[in-house]
């Protein structure tokens, strides 16, 4: 079975090598695909392929996704952004997979990991489609964070690609603008692209209409379970934000209806009752993430940090603040090994020995 590299690019001469160097013995027909550099990105696309070709950009990045993939003449095709990497274990784990067993096979999906901490390791995740069979009528769909429907016989690699973005390297609003362009020209947005729509709206700072958006979607037809438990996330962080603490607690409660407990949101919980200085509670919740184990393959984000670093710098917290030293001090210990060198861990060490911890 034959694998193509598919590619859009605009301006990546910074990182394109980088990503065609880590796959580029991978694949057999790399298609890369420019939408407007003004930098030497297309001549550093030729050194690794012919087919380069340009496209005028519409605001629509499954348009020129799906050009893209029309340049492919493989039985499978893989996409990449300018940005990513591609580690070497990965890389052969591809190969492998396309000699033995990629056949029957119609989509591959790959962790996605997006950031990780100061060794290197994951805290941001989440499952992507990567590898999908040619010439069976898939497609990208949507404007904006696109994605090819799932379906047919689906399996799971468990090796990751690794998002790099360059430090200072900012979309700003232009997500927001394509939505709201849509939108302005009469579109009625599905249920995924609401869901997208209004998690921009949150991180552009615009906390009332990302609340409006939110409850839309959760309580709307359609849309996946996952999205609608970060949704409930999201949608307590606004309430928080413009000071409805109540409603932030429901909405945060709420996220149970779509997902069982886990440590986005049992750190959620426990943050709220923080703020409350209802430390006990507060305790319980951090504690429920701490012992709650991630569930990479359920398409959700994960965050992995919610599951072992930050309810431990919380329960540390939490029982200082409750009179039990001791128990503070275990936890500091534990959260110490995960990261020695985090500022926080610095700090509550200093602490921790001017209360005479830690000197035997």
């Known amino acids: 079975m034959t694998l193509g590299l598919s590619m859009i690019v605009k301006n990546e001469s910074e990182t394109l090598a980088r990503a065609l160097d880590g796959i580029v013995g991978a694949v057999d027909e790399i298609a890369i695909v420019d939408t407007g550099s003004t930098d030497d990105t297309i ?22 996704r799906n050009y893209a993939l029309s340049k492919l003449t493989t039985d499978y095709f893989m996409w990449l952004d300018a940005d990513d990497v591609v580690p070497e274990a990965t890389a ?7 000699r033995s067993k990629a056949a029957d096979v119609d989509m591959v999906m790959l962790p996605y990991v997006t950031a990780v901490d100061i060794s290197g390791k994951p805290t941001f995740s989440y499952y992507r489609e990567r590898i999908i069979k040619n010439n069976k009528g898939y497609s990208w769909q949507g404007a904006v964070h696109e994605a090819i429907e799932l379906s047919g016989n689906i399996v799971k690699l468990n090796k990751p690609i690794m998002h790099s973005k360059p430090v200072g390297r900012d979309s700003g609003t232009r997500n927001l603008d394509i939505y709201e362009s849509l939108i302005a020209g009469g579109k009625t947005l599905s249920p995924r692209e609401r869901y997208y729509y209004a998690r921009e709206l949150f991180y552009n700072n ?7 958006e939110l409850c839309a979607f959760i309580d709307g037809d359609g849309g996946f379970t996952v999205n609608k438990a970060d949704a409930c996330l ?3 962080h606004c309430f928080e934000q413009l000071g409805e603490k109540k409603s932030a607690l429901q909405a945060a409660l709420y996220r149970f209806a779509f997902a069982p407990p886990d440590g986005e949101g049992c750190c959620r919980l426990g943050a709220l009752f923080l703020d409350d200085k209802d430390y006990k509670s507060a305790a319980y919740w951090f504690d429920r993430a701490w012992h709650t184990k991630p569930d990479l393959s359920s398409g959700a984000f994960v965050q992995s940090d919610y599951y072992g670093f930050i309810p431990l710098m919380w329960l540390t917290v939490c029982y200082d603040k409750l009179g039990n030293k001791k128990k503070a001090y275990s936890y500091h210990l534990r959260a110490k090994k995960l990261r020695p060198t985090d500022k926080g861990v610095i700090m509550n060490d200093a602490y921790f020995a001017s209360k005479g911890y830690g000197h035997d």
């Open 43 to 64: 001549e550093i696309a030729k050194k690794y392929t012919d087919k380069v070709f340009t496209f005028a950009w519409v605001n629509d990045f499954s348009a020129a």
């Open 92 to 98: 052969k784990a591809i190969m492998r997979f396309m």
């Open 206 to 212: 615009r906390t009332s209409d990302a609340a409006r």
């Open 234 to 236: 999201l949608l307590s």
